[in-house]
Protein backbone atom coordinates (compact mmCIF):
# COMPACT_ATOMS: atom_id res chain seq x y z
CA UNK A 1 0.00 0.00 0.00
CA UNK A 2 1.68 3.33 -1.06
CA UNK A 3 0.15 6.47 0.95
CA UNK A 4 -1.16 9.75 -0.35
CA UNK A 5 0.45 12.60 -0.59
CA UNK A 6 -2.55 13.54 1.48
CA UNK A 7 -2.73 10.72 3.80
CA UNK A 8 -2.65 12.88 7.32
CA UNK A 9 -6.00 14.89 6.00
CA UNK A 10 -7.36 11.33 4.79
CA UNK A 11 -6.69 10.19 8.26
CA UNK A 12 -8.66 12.95 10.31
CA UNK A 13 -11.31 12.49 7.65
CA UNK A 14 -11.50 9.04 8.39
CA UNK A 15 -11.71 9.58 12.41
CA UNK A 16 -14.15 11.89 12.24
CA UNK A 17 -16.40 10.71 9.64
CA UNK A 18 -16.27 6.85 10.68
CA UNK A 19 -14.68 6.20 13.71
CA UNK A 20 -15.84 9.07 15.79
CA UNK A 21 -19.58 8.70 14.29
CA UNK A 22 -18.93 4.89 15.45
CA UNK A 23 -17.54 5.38 18.97
CA UNK A 24 -21.25 7.87 19.76
CA UNK A 25 -23.24 5.18 17.82
CA UNK A 26 -21.43 2.26 19.95
CA UNK A 27 -22.50 4.62 23.11
CA UNK A 28 -26.01 5.46 22.04
CA UNK A 29 -26.89 1.61 21.49
CA UNK A 30 -25.60 0.97 25.38
CA UNK A 31 -27.81 3.60 26.56
CA UNK A 32 -30.33 2.14 24.13
CA UNK A 33 -29.64 -1.24 25.91
CA UNK A 34 -29.23 -0.48 29.38
CA UNK A 35 -33.20 1.67 28.99
CA UNK A 36 -35.02 -1.39 27.31
CA UNK A 37 -35.29 -0.14 24.24
CA UNK A 38 -34.18 -2.93 21.85
CA UNK A 39 -35.41 -2.26 18.61
CA UNK A 40 -33.28 1.10 18.54
CA UNK A 41 -30.43 -0.98 20.15
CA UNK A 42 -30.00 -3.08 17.12
CA UNK A 43 -29.92 -0.65 14.77
CA UNK A 44 -27.22 1.77 16.09
CA UNK A 45 -25.16 -1.37 16.98
CA UNK A 46 -25.23 -2.57 13.41
CA UNK A 47 -24.19 1.12 12.37
CA UNK A 48 -21.56 1.33 15.07
CA UNK A 49 -19.61 -1.63 13.96
CA UNK A 50 -20.51 -0.94 9.86
CA UNK A 51 -18.62 2.56 10.68
CA UNK A 52 -15.65 0.75 12.08
CA UNK A 53 -15.58 -1.86 9.49
CA UNK A 54 -15.37 0.91 6.53
CA UNK A 55 -12.89 2.68 8.77
CA UNK A 56 -10.47 -0.25 8.37
CA UNK A 57 -11.06 -0.70 4.84
CA UNK A 58 -10.52 3.31 4.22
CA UNK A 59 -7.06 2.82 6.48
CA UNK A 60 -6.04 0.49 4.54
CA UNK A 61 -6.49 2.03 1.31
CA UNK A 62 -9.54 -0.18 0.21
CA UNK A 63 -12.82 0.83 -0.87
CA UNK A 64 -16.07 1.34 1.52
CA UNK A 65 -18.24 1.81 -1.93
CA UNK A 66 -18.89 -1.93 -3.08
CA UNK A 67 -20.57 -3.35 0.04
CA UNK A 68 -23.56 -4.97 -0.52
CA UNK A 69 -26.81 -4.66 0.13
CA UNK A 70 -27.33 -0.83 -0.55
CA UNK A 71 -24.18 -0.93 1.62
CA UNK A 72 -25.72 -1.45 4.88
CA UNK A 73 -24.27 -5.17 5.02
CA UNK A 74 -21.86 -5.34 7.69
CA UNK A 75 -21.19 -9.15 7.36
CA UNK A 76 -19.83 -8.52 3.88
CA UNK A 77 -18.16 -5.28 4.77
CA UNK A 78 -15.95 -7.60 8.15
CA UNK A 79 -15.32 -10.20 5.36
CA UNK A 80 -14.04 -7.50 2.72
CA UNK A 81 -11.51 -6.53 6.01
CA UNK A 82 -10.59 -10.30 6.70
CA UNK A 83 -9.50 -9.90 3.05
CA UNK A 84 -6.64 -7.52 3.69
CA UNK A 85 -4.08 -9.98 3.00
CA UNK A 86 -1.14 -7.75 4.95
CA UNK A 87 -2.91 -7.52 8.21
CA UNK A 88 -3.11 -10.58 10.49
CA UNK A 89 -6.48 -9.79 11.73
CA UNK A 90 -6.78 -12.36 15.12
CA UNK A 91 -10.74 -11.66 15.52
CA UNK A 92 -12.34 -14.01 17.81
CA UNK A 93 -14.10 -16.49 16.15
CA UNK A 94 -17.48 -16.34 18.09
CA UNK A 95 -17.76 -12.39 16.82
CA UNK A 96 -19.28 -13.72 13.23
CA UNK A 97 -22.38 -14.70 14.63
CA UNK A 98 -22.94 -11.72 16.50
CA UNK A 99 -22.44 -10.19 13.11
CA UNK A 100 -24.42 -12.46 10.82
CA UNK A 101 -27.18 -11.70 13.93
CA UNK A 102 -27.11 -7.58 13.80
CA UNK A 103 -26.48 -7.98 9.95
CA UNK A 104 -30.30 -9.47 9.97
CA UNK A 105 -32.03 -7.74 12.83
CA UNK A 106 -30.20 -4.34 13.10
CA UNK A 107 -31.29 -3.32 9.54
CA UNK A 108 -35.17 -4.10 9.79
CA UNK A 109 -35.70 -0.50 10.34
CA UNK A 110 -39.16 0.19 9.69
CA UNK A 111 -40.25 -3.36 11.91
CA UNK A 112 -40.91 -5.23 8.36
CA UNK A 113 -39.74 -8.81 9.92
CA UNK A 114 -40.53 -9.99 13.10
CA UNK A 115 -36.87 -9.09 15.78
CA UNK A 116 -35.58 -10.55 18.76
CA UNK A 117 -33.16 -10.37 21.25
CA UNK A 118 -31.57 -13.48 23.33
CA UNK A 119 -30.27 -11.19 26.30
CA UNK A 120 -26.47 -10.74 26.22
CA UNK A 121 -26.39 -8.70 23.04
CA UNK A 122 -24.75 -6.11 24.99
CA UNK A 123 -21.75 -8.64 25.84
CA UNK A 124 -21.42 -9.37 22.65
CA UNK A 125 -21.86 -5.60 21.29
CA UNK A 126 -18.87 -4.48 23.48
CA UNK A 127 -16.82 -7.33 22.74
CA UNK A 128 -17.37 -7.18 18.96
CA UNK A 129 -16.24 -3.48 19.33
CA UNK A 130 -13.18 -3.99 21.44
CA UNK A 131 -11.81 -6.50 18.96
CA UNK A 132 -12.72 -4.55 15.61
CA UNK A 133 -12.11 -0.95 17.05
CA UNK A 134 -8.39 -1.71 18.43
CA UNK A 135 -7.21 -2.18 14.41
CA UNK A 136 -9.48 1.09 13.73
CA UNK A 137 -6.46 3.38 12.75
CA UNK A 138 -3.82 4.36 10.71
CA UNK A 139 -0.98 0.93 10.77
CA UNK A 140 1.24 2.36 8.53
CA UNK A 141 3.43 5.09 8.24
CA UNK A 142 6.87 5.67 9.66
CA UNK A 143 8.73 7.87 12.10
CA UNK A 144 12.60 9.19 11.93
CA UNK A 145 15.01 8.15 15.61
CA UNK A 146 17.51 10.89 16.10
CA UNK A 147 20.21 9.71 13.73
CA UNK A 148 17.84 9.88 10.91
CA UNK A 149 16.79 6.67 10.01
CA UNK A 150 13.21 5.54 9.91
CA UNK A 151 11.24 3.29 11.92
CA UNK A 152 8.57 1.06 9.88
CA UNK A 153 5.29 1.65 12.63
CA UNK A 154 3.62 -0.91 10.96
CA UNK A 155 4.99 -4.24 12.62
CA UNK A 156 4.99 -2.22 16.06
CA UNK A 157 1.69 -1.62 15.75
CA UNK A 158 0.69 -4.91 15.21
CA UNK A 159 2.72 -6.01 18.09
CA UNK A 160 0.83 -3.99 20.64
CA UNK A 161 -2.57 -4.59 18.98
CA UNK A 162 -2.02 -8.48 19.60
CA UNK A 163 -0.23 -7.92 22.32
CA UNK A 164 -0.65 -10.89 25.08
CA UNK A 165 -1.17 -8.08 27.68
CA UNK A 166 -3.47 -5.97 25.76
CA UNK A 167 -5.79 -9.04 25.20
CA UNK A 168 -5.13 -9.89 29.23
CA UNK A 169 -5.88 -6.16 30.07
CA UNK A 170 -8.21 -4.81 26.99
CA UNK A 171 -8.98 -1.53 29.46
CA UNK A 172 -5.65 -0.33 28.84
CA UNK A 173 -5.59 -0.67 25.35
CA UNK A 174 -5.77 3.12 24.15
CA UNK A 175 -5.90 3.58 19.90
CA UNK A 176 -2.30 5.51 18.65
CA UNK A 177 -3.47 9.50 18.90
CA UNK A 178 -6.73 8.67 20.87
CA UNK A 179 -10.08 8.76 19.85
CA UNK A 180 -13.89 9.53 20.54
CA UNK A 181 -14.13 6.55 23.50
CA UNK A 182 -10.47 7.61 24.98
CA UNK A 183 -11.76 11.28 25.13
CA UNK A 184 -14.55 10.31 27.54
CA UNK A 185 -12.68 7.79 28.94
CA UNK A 186 -10.69 11.10 30.16
CA UNK A 187 -14.00 12.60 31.69
CA UNK A 188 -16.04 12.40 34.55
CA UNK A 189 -19.58 12.90 32.42
CA UNK A 190 -22.63 10.62 32.11
CA UNK A 191 -21.06 9.67 28.55
CA UNK A 192 -18.31 7.57 30.48
CA UNK A 193 -20.66 6.67 33.17
CA UNK A 194 -22.93 4.74 29.81
CA UNK A 195 -19.65 3.97 28.33
CA UNK A 196 -18.27 1.88 31.18
CA UNK A 197 -21.55 0.52 32.37
CA UNK A 198 -21.72 -3.04 32.98
CA UNK A 199 -18.58 -3.27 30.58
CA UNK A 200 -15.56 -5.87 30.64
CA UNK A 201 -13.64 -3.60 27.98
CA UNK A 202 -13.78 -0.15 28.70
CA UNK A 203 -13.35 1.36 32.00
CA UNK A 204 -10.55 2.33 35.19
CA UNK A 205 -10.10 -1.48 35.94
CA UNK A 206 -10.38 -4.79 34.29
CA UNK A 207 -13.45 -6.44 34.97
CA UNK A 208 -13.51 -10.25 35.32
CA UNK A 209 -17.59 -10.50 37.29
CA UNK A 210 -20.39 -8.51 36.22
CA UNK A 211 -22.87 -8.06 38.92
CA UNK A 212 -26.71 -7.40 38.40
CA UNK A 213 -26.61 -7.90 34.18
CA UNK A 214 -30.21 -8.04 33.39
CA UNK A 215 -31.03 -10.45 30.67
CA UNK A 216 -33.48 -8.52 28.44
CA UNK A 217 -35.17 -11.23 25.87
CA UNK A 218 -37.72 -9.29 23.72
CA UNK A 219 -39.18 -10.40 20.70
CA UNK A 220 -41.80 -8.70 17.89
CA UNK A 221 -44.14 -9.44 15.20
CA UNK A 222 -45.13 -6.73 12.98
CA UNK A 223 -48.36 -6.32 12.10
CA UNK A 224 -48.83 -7.33 8.23
CA UNK A 225 -46.78 -10.24 9.53
CA UNK A 226 -50.05 -11.05 12.09
CA UNK A 227 -52.54 -9.70 9.43
CA UNK A 228 -51.14 -10.49 6.36
CA UNK A 229 -54.18 -9.56 4.40
CA UNK A 230 -53.82 -6.13 4.98
CA UNK A 231 -50.59 -6.09 3.19
CA UNK A 232 -51.66 -5.85 -0.32
CA UNK A 233 -53.05 -2.17 0.56
CA UNK A 234 -50.59 -0.90 2.28
CA UNK A 235 -48.04 -1.79 -0.17
CA UNK A 236 -50.32 1.00 -2.18
CA UNK A 237 -48.77 3.62 0.26
CA UNK A 238 -45.65 2.23 2.00
CA UNK A 239 -41.93 1.71 -0.28
CA UNK A 240 -41.45 -1.98 1.09
CA UNK A 241 -37.91 -3.26 0.48
CA UNK A 242 -37.80 -5.94 -2.27
CA UNK A 243 -37.19 -8.96 -0.16
CA UNK A 244 -40.06 -8.22 1.92
CA UNK A 245 -42.43 -7.51 -1.31
CA UNK A 246 -40.68 -10.97 -2.51
CA UNK A 247 -41.62 -12.44 1.04
CA UNK A 248 -45.82 -12.00 0.15
CA UNK A 249 -45.02 -13.18 -3.66
CA UNK A 250 -43.67 -16.37 -2.61
CA UNK A 251 -46.89 -16.72 -0.25
CA UNK A 252 -49.52 -15.51 -2.68
CA UNK A 253 -50.25 -12.56 -0.75
CA UNK A 254 -50.01 -9.65 -3.96
Not at 12 to 28: G, H, N, T, V
Not at 115 to 133: A, P, S
Not at 214 to 240: C, M, Q, S, W, Y
Request: hydrophobic share 35%; glycine share 6%; net charge positive.
Amino acid sequence: MIPSSKQPEINLYIQESFRDMADKDYIAARIAYRYGLAYPFLWLALQAIEKYLKAILLYNGRTSKNIKKSGHSILDAFDKVCEISDVPFDFPKNIRPFIEYLDEQGTNRYFEYPYYTFGKELLFLDRTVWHIRRYCFYLRGTLHNPGGEPIDLFPLNLKKIQHPKTLEYPNRYRIPGSGFLEEMMGKRTEIRQQLVWKNFYYGTYRKSVIKGYRLRRVAGNPTHFRHPDIFPELDKIVKFSKPLREYFRKRGVI
